[in-house]
């Protein structure tokens, strides 16, 4: 599994880290990280809730 960040549309809400502060690195200001994200075997469920949780939708869940 691997996640698209699409930082355009984060807005430093940091619920994502909040879920999986492992998975989901902030910069110094509270955004996310830019890059994707490749999802470590047995961490699919808390990555799939922390993309889940964006409210801007700024992570895409995909295979
Ligand atoms: Fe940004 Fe969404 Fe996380 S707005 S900090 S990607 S919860």
Redesign the pocket.
Known sequence: MRIIVQNA?????????SQAPHI?K?DDE???LPGDIQVAEGEELPASRGAR????R??ELTR
């Open positions: 549309k984060c807005q430093g809400h940091a619920r994502c880290a989901f902030l509270g955004y996310i949780s964006c409210p801007e700024a992570l």
